[in-house]
């Protein structure tokens, strides 16, 4: 009896310390780099991305190119897990609403529509930017850069008073043409 007490005290401990969460370590830029991460080292190909898996807390990291010159220096602390943006790259996290019955009128009453210019063309959409510079963002969107959108809404649970769900997910910014676009081939929201 003495051993399952004891157990069940620290289990919540043992959750705790091993808390922590996934993280891509994300090389959008056109040349390869080298991130060292608590000592550990990979090596990214330019456009590529490693999802690995910290703990919790502080962790160091260093950003080189291929010639070993140091680009990036710091820390960065986690809590659940999130983007590393080793190469500076530009960001955004697109909000979208998702509704068996979903029109134009309606999504321009749910999302905070702002234009997001790329290129010549302009998109009608809800989305946060992301600072450049900031190496380390915590994840705080339900879609991350190896997902897509899911095309229906069927068998997810929507509140009683709602009839609509909002969904978010990151996208690198000069992918986001290519994104947006399968969303849409996709059936749509």
Known sequence: MKRINL????????????????????????EALK?????QLYLLKAGARENIKL?????SIQVADIKNEILRDTVFQLSKGGL????????????DVFSPESTLAFRKEVLNTQELKIDR?????????????????ESKWDYGLGEDFP??????EIDKDQK????????RLDEFEKTYLKALQGGGN
């Open 121 to 137: 063309k302009i998109y009608q959409i809800d989305y946060e930017a992301l600072a450049p510079y900031q190496i380390y963002v």
């Open 7 to 30: 157990l069940l005290t620290l289990l919540p401990l043992l959750l705790l310390l091993s808390c922590g969460g996934n993280v891509d370590i994300d090389n959008a830029g056109e």
């Open 151 to 156: 095309t229906k809404v069927y068998g997810w």
């Open 84 to 95: 590393l943006n080793v190469a500076r790259a530009e960001y955004l996290i697109w909000k």
């Open 55 to 59: 703990e919790q807390g502080l962790h």
């Open 164 to 171: 609509y769900m909002i969904k978010t997910k990151l996208v």
């Open 35 to 39: 991130v060292t991460i608590d000592g």
